[in-house]
């Protein structure tokens, strides 16, 4: 049910997230290694990062399989960041496929994957509305309404995801979210796993490589990484 993937370091292509890698998005879209439900993630892909001097992130979101966008290379290839944020979707079913229920999400200088499904009913009284029907845009709403109201990026994706997954016992609620300086991310019923380089950390549902340095993040807790930091906090 999707894969997600993020950096946060030196600045980087989006190409280092989806394509350049042995097992990037690209690859993951149709032969993911570690993915828990579905087998293909070709309902849409979308990718977010930071420009300096503009205050939102820039997104690219499409309702197609990745490999199918021949605008894709060049884009990714030259979109840079110190901040990237890249998801594909297998959606889930009876959910629309279009590109208001494709990930990222985005809500000021946010941007949220969700990889996973949850019943509407556990996440529709979280929060005023979303821009989809779809679980994932109900989630993304719910934690932009808590940033909104003061929350922090990991305080608001905790809340909604303990809260959510009281209410739906069977929920798989990874998120992967940033606001540009830092990345948060929850497991909760798949895989996810970071790695620390010498100029950043990548963070993505399953390694994007075979190299060694890869951890696994245990399930039911919080990622947070920062520049200085990589912590690990149970939910």
């Not at 087998?39 to 990718?47: E, P, Q, R, S």
């Not at 290839?77 to 889930?92: G, Y």
Request: charged letters at 20%; proline letters at 6%; aromatic letters at 6%.
């Amino acid at each position: 049910m999707c894969r997600h993937a993020a950096w946060l370091g030196a600045e980087r292509p989006l190409a280092s997230l989806i394509d350049e890698p042995e097992y990037g998005l690209l690859k993951q879209s149709y032969a993911p290694r570690r993915q828990r439900a579905g087998l293909i993630n070709a309902d849409g892909y979308g990718m977010g990062w930071y420009v300096a001097g503009r205050p939102e992130p820039v997104r690219y979101r499409r309702s197609v399989p990745i490999w199918t966008d021949a605008n894709l290379p060049g884009l990714a290839a030259t979109a840079r960041s110190t901040c990237l944020l890249a998801a594909v979707r297998s959606a889930t079913v009876g959910m629309p496929i279009e590109e208001s229920a494709t990930a990222p999400f985005t809500d000021r200088t946010w941007l949220l994957s969700h990889n996973g499904r949850v019943a509407r009913d556990a996440v529709k009284d979280l929060c005023d509305g979303a821009e989809s029907t779809c679980d994932a845009a109900w989630v993304a709403a719910a934690v932009f309404q808590r940033g909104r109201a003061g929350a922090g990026l990991g305080e608001a994706l905790a809340d909604v995801v303990v809260r959510a997954g009281e209410k739906d016992p069977a929920a798989r609620l990874n998120l992967l979210a940033s606001d540009g300086t830092a990345i948060s991310a929850t497991v909760w019923g798949d895989t996810l796993f970071h790695h620390r380089l010498h100029d950043g950390v990548l963070v993505a549902s399953e390694p994007l490589d075979d190299l060694p340095g890869w951890q696994a993040v245990p399930e039911r807790s919080l990622l947070t990484v920062t520049r200085d930091d990589v912590v690990v906090q149970p939910l």
